[in-house]
């Protein structure tokens, strides 16, 4: 099978086209090998899509093998392969179709294989602040949905909570599907600090999904204005929540061809 890797701030995905896998190949387990950073080629997520006019359509394994309904990075990703597959050139758009719905993401700039888009990400959904038990202590998070579930709790950022109420979160009783969780800091009015656990990764550099929810939550119960920079271990995205949604700015960047040589069911 023949694949594409690529990032977005470090979260980065294997994209594989749908005309690759045969009917009998188990997906979710082909999802671990592929993924697996020692044992296979190493990525977060693996992206199945299948190109149309418009772009593609896309469907989501995590590194688990679970499936997840959107990325906002992982689309941007294979947006990315799209636009250098046809050329396309900036103020242009490609449209993703999801899980969660259609996503059109209009190129900004390229340059070599990085491409910046902005991509049209929708209205976050259920916006509430809430109180679960973790581990035995009270704490407050933001939940809500931006295509997939999100967590996210304002206040403290540091690797030692990303690891236990991060972690903890990820798979609370609250989130029967589990759930994506940001560690978010408001270091100003227009910059948002976040540390990442991913449902079905774990720890990731970046995310786009959860770039979105940590600014809606800063927006909303944390004094931010509506248009900040989302500084995570990868890099700086740009959200913007407008009247008609949420927008999110980044780059990514292609990585490599890859021909996959093990069996189809490794």
Same mark, same amino acid.
């Given at each position: ?8 701030? %470090?979260?980065?995905? @294997?994209? #594989?086209? &749908? ?5 009998? $190949?188990? !997906? =979710? +387990? ?70 969660? %719905?259609?996503?059109? @993401?209009? #190129?900004? &700039? ?5 491409? $910046?888009? !902005? =991509? +049209? ?89 959860? +770039? ?55």
């Amino acid at each position: 099978m023949n694949l594409v890797k690529a990032h977005a701030f %470090g979260n980065d995905f @294997l994209l #594989l086209e &749908s005309a690759e896998v045969t009917a009998d $190949v188990d !997906r =979710a +387990a082909i999802a671990r090998a592929m993924c697996s950073r020692h044992r296979g080629i190493g990525a977060d997520g693996l992206i199945i899509f299948e190109q149309n006019i418009q772009g593609a359509s896309m469907r989501l394994l995590n590194a688990d093998g679970s499936p997840s309904e959107i990325s906002g990075n992982g689309v941007r990703c294979l947006a990315t392969w799209i636009a250098a597959l046809r050329g396309v050139s900036p103020g242009h758009a490609v449209t993703i179709s999801t899980d969660a %719905g259609p996503k059109v @993401l209009e #190129l900004l &700039s390229k340059h070599g294989g990085v491409y $910046v888009f !902005r =991509a +049209a990400m929708g209205q976050p959904e259920h916006v509430k602040q809430t109180i679960l038990d973790v581990n035995g202590v009270a704490e407050e998070v933001v939940t809500m949905r931006v295509g997939n579930p999100q967590c996210v709790s304002l206040g403290e950022v540091t690797d030692r909570r990303l690891h236990t109420v991060a972690s903890t979160l990820a798979v609370h009783p609250h989130f029967p599907e589990g759930t994506n969780v940001e560690l978010a800091h408001v270091e100003s009015p227009d910059r948002v600090r976040i540390l990442i656990w991913e449902r079905g990764v774990g720890p990731t550099e970046a995310s786009g999904t959860g +770039a979105c929810a940590a600014a809606v939550a800063a927006m909303s119960f944390g004094g931010a204005a509506r248009d900040v920079q989302v500084v995570s271990p990868g890099g700086v995205q740009r959200v913007e929540w407008r009247q008609d949604g949420l927008y999110l700015t980044g780059s990514a960047e292609l990585v490599a061809e890859i021909r996959w040589l093990r069996s189809a069911d490794a």
